[in-house]
């Protein structure tokens, strides 16, 4: 039998196009918007030294960053006072950092920036190690940043902190975990600091008043995080459908001083209060539809939260966890993609005979098909787990070029899906966004 498997977000007329123009930041981010570099043509780097040059060049906007990058000592980079920069990552890029001391640890600090995009790139730590060090990435005093499709994993200090008056950021298809055993004795006093993300560095920090407006969308918080999922001072920051499921968590989101929290149609799965308040003040954390399975502890919120003013698709909390898990973290093929391609599937610039568009869809989604002779078809769906959710179609193939248009998904729960188109003789399989 004939398997295929695409991911594919757009139209097969848009393969030939850069796709890099076309992902769209949703979200705070969206005010005002993101590009990053744009369509500039691309730095590929190598080397710390190469990346570390096109870090620093004001002229030199879209980086792609090819292979795994070791950082010498003290090697961590900053972006200052730019705008309009993109740094991406080719698949399996890997930024790292083994700098265990309070000065020189860290990766990436964005600072007095905007229009920032990150996306696509893993970056490790040392493992948490309390001495008041450096994170993996800090976002200080910046505007409409977007970090996209990347996974953190074992910061000294954060993961990603966020501080200084930034604002408008959006963070998406993300994931945090902690792989490496936690260092104990360090000078900060914990002894094991596997805190992931401050938002707000301390309730003395004003100038974050009014700003630390952050959209967190498909994130997912994995193995080995303890606390800061996030953590949020002053900021009015919208955590929609994203996963939590650390095993060791002590607590997840933590609404601080000021914060303003809009906590939408998650997942929560076997950790330990899903929700913190710091009783007196917090300004709201208002929950709205979220789905809780094997919790302990506190999860219930208080108050009423910001309304967005954006617009933004989300999909309900049941079907968080299977569209998190195929999808957040650094597993792109290409930088220009928009979704989730696994390596086993081929490249969204491929071709193929069958393609379902549009790729997330709602209620209706069409197919074009090339058959080879006239024959019957049949449309089957299953969640990725392999459950079975129908058949959507049942019809005739002419010989030559299809389209079979408007085909009702209404029925369908939201998610990542496998549309199976079987054939005479043969399979296909196409993985969709249903939302």
């Not at 010498?72 to 083994?98: E, V």
Request: with cysteine.
């Amino acid at each position: 039998m004939k398997r295929i498997f695409l991911i594919l977000t757009f139209f097969a007329f848009a393969i030939a196009t850069n796709l890099s123009a076309q992902c769209t930041v949703s979200g705070w981010a969206s005010t005002n918007g993101v590009t990053g570099g744009g369509t500039a043509s691309p730095t590929v780097v190598t080397t710390y030294a190469e990346l570390r040059a096109a870090v620093n060049n004001t002229s030199i906007k879209v980086i792609h960053v090819s292979g795994q990058i070791t950082f010498p000592a003290g090697g961590r980079l900053t972006l200052n006072n730019q705008t309009n920069k993109s740094i991406l990552g080719l698949a399996g890029a890997r930024l790292i950092s083994t700098d265990l001391t309070a000065g020189g640890s860290g990766i990436l600090t964005l600072k007095n920036s905007s229009n920032v995009l990150i996306k696509n790139i893993t970056f490790e730590g040392p493992g948490a190690y309390d001495v008041d060090g450096n994170d993996n990435m800090t976002i200080d005093n910046c505007t409409n940043v977007w970090v996209d499709h990347c996974t953190f994993q074992d910061a000294l200090d954060g993961n990603l902190d966020i501080k200084n008056g930034s604002d408008l950021i959006t963070i998406s298809w993300t994931k945090f975990e902690y792989l490496k055993a936690p260092i104990p004795g360090g000078s900060g006093g914990s002894n094991d600091h596997r805190f992931s993300n401050l938002f707000g560095s301390s309730d003395s920090d004003t100038q974050d008043s009014g700003k630390l407006r952050i959209t967190m969308q498909y994130c997912w918080w994995g193995n080995g995080v303890r606390e800061r999922m996030p953590r949020v001072r002053y900021g009015k920051v919208h955590l929609l459908n994203n996963y939590f499921n650390s095993s060791v968590s002590n607590y997840c989101i933590y609404a601080g001083y000021q914060a303003d929290l809009l906590i939408e149609s998650n997942y929560f799965e076997g950790v330990k209060n899903p929700i913190r308040l710091e009783t007196g003040n917090f300004t709201a954390a208002q929950l709205v539809d979220n789905t809780f399975v094997g919790t302990s502890g506190t999860a219930t919120g208080s108050g009423t939260a910001f309304t967005p003013p954006y617009s933004i698709n989300k999909i309900a909390s049941q079907d968080v966890k299977q569209t998190v898990m195929a999808g957040a973290g650094a597993v792109l093929l290409q930088p220009t993609d928009c979704v989730f391609l696994s390596t086993n599937e081929i490249n969204s610039k491929s071709k193929s005979d069958f393609l379902f568009y549009p790729n997330p869809a709602s209620e209706q989604i069409s197919l074009k098909a090339f058959s080879g002779n006239n024959q019957s078809i049949k449309i089957n769906v299953t969640d990725i787990s392999g459950k079975s959710e129908g058949t959507i179609y049942q019809g005739n193939l002419s010989k030559g070029n299809n389209t079979v248009n408007s085909i009702s998904i209404k029925k369908l729960s939201k998610g990542v899906k496998i549309f199976e188109v079987k054939t005479d003789k043969d399979s296909y399989t196409q993985k969709v966004i249903v939302k």
